[in-house]
């Protein structure tokens, strides 16, 4: 029955693809907290150090670069040099931030001693009262002092960035960003090298200025394409029910148009004899 295996194999695809659209969701979703509970578990350590160094800002700091130049590195196959600022290795909380385990909007699970939280704050909160070991806030660790260079404000979505601008802060963050562009991508260490070099100054860079004209990220980043996936999904997820319905619907008229030919057949027959 040709009618019956192509039901079912349009059935499988349908299947197939809000699979994978599930997958790439929940991939969007977790992202890199994922392989985070399998690491050790370390000794908590109640003495608590003061720490100058925001972690929210850090953490914004550290959205831009992964969204808005890690994936364009991932293509370059580069990584950072060590003395790079921007090196995860010189963010005082990363290892703290790898250990958070978030399962839906109102669960988060330290990664070290497994205690759930309703909210990310309170999860902070324990990782400074309990594992504050773990951050090392040695010289240049603490990635919000970039913020001026990586347009943080823009990334803390409920703050808005200010509206007048100073041209000698703008004049500091771009000379700043400028340093970041010459550790980070030194132009007499190869091809890749100086094509990030010139990359990081367009899509960092060249917007700190108040001529305006430039904004910052230029040429896009992770999220776009998440976004993009998004959907394209979501566009599957209604067409393809849409699709499938109108193949089973196809295949009831198919079947009552065969059944119809042979009744009318079978009346033929029967009339042959008289
Ligand atoms: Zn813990």
């Given at each position: 029955m040709p009618g019956r295996e192509d039901g079912r194999s349009a059935y499988l695809v349908a299947i197939l693809l809000s699979a994978s659209c599930l997958f790439v969701v929940a991939r969007s979703h977790q992202g890199?907290?994922?392989?985070?509970?399998?690491r050790n578990l370390l000794k908590s350590n109640e003495h608590t150090h003061q720490v100058h160094c925001s972690r929210e800002r850090s953490r914004a700091a550290w959205k831009a670069i992964d969204e808005y130049l890690m994936p364009f590195m991932e293509k370059e196959k580069y990584e950072f040099p060590?003395?790079?600022?921007?090196?995860?290795?010189?963010?005082?909380?990363r290892e703290q931030e790898q250990h958070k385990i978030h399962f839906d909007i109102s669960e988060w699970r330290c990664g070290f001693c497994k205690k759930a939280f309703r909210a990310e704050k309170f999860l902070d909160q324990h990782f400074e009262n309990r594992?504050?070991?773990?951050?090392?806030?040695?010289?240049?660790?603490?990635?919000?002092?970039l913020c001026g260079a990586l347009h943080c404000d823009l990334m803390l979505e409920f703050k808005k960035p200010k509206t007048k601008c100073s041209a000698a802060v703008a004049a500091r963050n771009h000379h700043l960003c400028e340093s970041l562009a010459d550790s980070c991508?030194?132009?007499?260490?190869?091809h890749s090298a100086s094509r990030l070099h010139e990359f990081f100054l367009r899509q960092f860079?060249?917007?700190?200025?108040?001529?305006?004209?430039s904004k910052p990220f230029?040429?896009?980043?992770?999220k776009e394409t998440n976004r993009f996936y998004l959907a394209l999904c979501a566009l599957l997820a209604v067409l393809l029910p849409l699709f499938y319905l109108i193949v089973f619907l196809h295949q009831r008229e198919l079947k009552k148009g065969s059944q119809n030919v042979r009744r009318i057949s079978k009346i033929g027959h029967k009339k042959k004899p008289t």
């Open positions: 890199f907290h994922d392989a985070v509970g399998s060590s003395k790079c600022r921007l090196c995860p290795d010189n963010d005082m909380f594992h504050n070991n773990l951050v090392d806030d040695g010289h240049g660790r603490c990635l919000a002092d991508f030194p132009i007499n260490q190869g860079c060249d917007a700190h200025t108040c001529r305006g004209g230029p040429k896009g980043g992770r």
